[in-house]
Each structure stands twice: as C-alpha cells, then as structure tokens.
T-cell receptor, first 113, second 111 residues
Framework: ETGVTQSPTHLIKTRGQQVTLRCSSQ?????VSWYQQALGQGPQFIFQ???????GRGNFPPRFSGLQFPNYSSELNVNALELDDSALYLC????????????FGPGTRLTVT | SQQGEEDPQALSIQEGENATMNCSYK?????LQWYRQNSGRGLVHLIL?????REKHSGRLRVTLDTSKKSSSLLITASRAADTASYFC???????????FGGGTRLMVKP
C-alpha cells in the first residue's frame, strides 16, 4: 500500500453533469499529480499541484480543474462530462515537484452514460 | 500523446522463465521509470533510472537504459505467477514535471 487513498472507488454520471474526485496524499508529500487512464491504455497526465498551486498541465481542456489543500488532500473536478471522460482517474503524490518516484492511489473508475 | 511505447504489447511465459519488456521513447529525458499495475488498479513504482545511468538492479528486476537509442528494457528473472500484471514505462523530460507513459506490456505468468 502506498498510503494514497482515493474516493469514491466507482462513480456513474450522466453526460453534461459535473463530478468531483478526491485524493488524500501520503503524509508529508507536497506534490500531487492527476492522471486519466482509458481502458487498455497508459495513464495520461492531467495536471500537477505543488504547495496548492498548479505546477504543470497536460493536454486537457479547462473543464478539468483541480485543488490542493494544506492537509495534503486534493480534488479533481470535471465539468460538462462527455462520454470520452469515462476512465480510471489516478492521483499520485510525491515528495518534490517535478517527477521523481510517484506514489499512486487505487484510482476512481468513472463511467459517463 | 504517449512518449514511450512498450514492446511486446502482451507476453505469456511459464513460471520460472525470464520476462523481458522493452520501451522506446522519442525525446531527451531526465529519467525513466517502470511501474506495475494489477487489474486496472493503482500503479506501483518499480524502479527509476536516470539519464546518466546505464543499468540498475532491484531484487529480481534489472533495468537498462540506452539514451543513444532512446530505449530501455525491464528484465524480470525467475518469474512467478504473482508477477502477472501490466508493466508501464514512463519518461520524464528534462526540466519536466510529468510522467509520460507508454501503452504498457501485459504480462501473464502461468503456474
């Protein structure tokens, strides 16, 4: 176990709705990254937060947004859900900004119908 | 887009055999990492190799990096049924802060 937790485990939403996914980082880790993993593919980087500020973003539209809190927890918000947003969403925490070893949570499986 | 591409996409071997997975990437990197994923769950970090390193070992794992060919390999020796999983390489570009993953190799180890 990595010490990183995510909630909920599974979620079903309807196209056009909004969703908030939550992550609790490993204690002491000041950096959190979020990834989207479609079925049968590798994870794709959404964004990274370092000390509560966005610190890099992948090729995802603005309807994907995030927050990081002082207690090492974070959120991923997705507005105006589309069918293609169905995926496993993974958060990963690390000790430093940049990309050294990352500790992944078990993921949230989002299904958009 | 995916920077790393793993080869083969799927690999099936008998317990006790060695498993070799390869990864190719396109741009200069700061480091390359290998991760393991069981049945669509979270990823587990296996090993990190920096651009100035050529080989690293961790238990039954051996990773090589050839920056001139932009490729890496992961060798699992004396495989076990419990090694059945998907294995991903991920690269970090210079001054980058994100992992760029390949599509993964699905390894099945038969008892």
């Amino acid at each position: 176990e990595t010490g990183v937790t995510q909630s909920p485990t599974h979620l079903i939403k309807t196209r056009g709705q909004q969703v908030t996914l939550r992550c609790s980082s490993q204690s002491g880790h000041n950096t959190v990254s979020w990834y989207q993993q479609a079925l049968g593919q590798g994870p794709q980087f959404i964004f990274q937060y370092y000390r509560e500020e966005e610190n890099g973003r992948g090729n995802f539209p603005p309807r994907f947004s995030g927050l990081q809190f002082p207690n090492y927890s974070s959120e991923l918000n997705v507005n105006a859900l589309e069918l293609d947003d169905s995926a496993l969403y993974l958060c990963a925490s690390s000790l430093e900004q940049g990309a050294g070893e990352q500790y992944f949570g078990p993921g949230t499986r989002l299904t958009v119908t | 887009s995916q920077q790393g591409e793993e080869d083969p996409q799927a690999l099936s071997i008998q317990e006790g055999e060695n498993a070799t997975m390869n990864c190719s990437y396109k741009t200069s990197i700061n480091n390359l990492q290998w991760y393991r994923q069981n049945s669509g769950r979270g990823l587990v970090h296996l090993i990190l190799i920096r651009s100035n390193e050529r080989e690293k070992h961790s238990g039954r794992l051996r990773v090589t990096l050839d920056t001139s060919k932009k490729s890496s390999s992961l060798l699992i020796t004396a495989s076990r049924a419990a090694d059945t999983a998907s294995y991903f390489c991920a690269t970090v570009q210079n001054a980058g802060n994100m992992l760029t993953f390949g599509g993964g190799t699905r390894l099945m180890v038969k008892p």
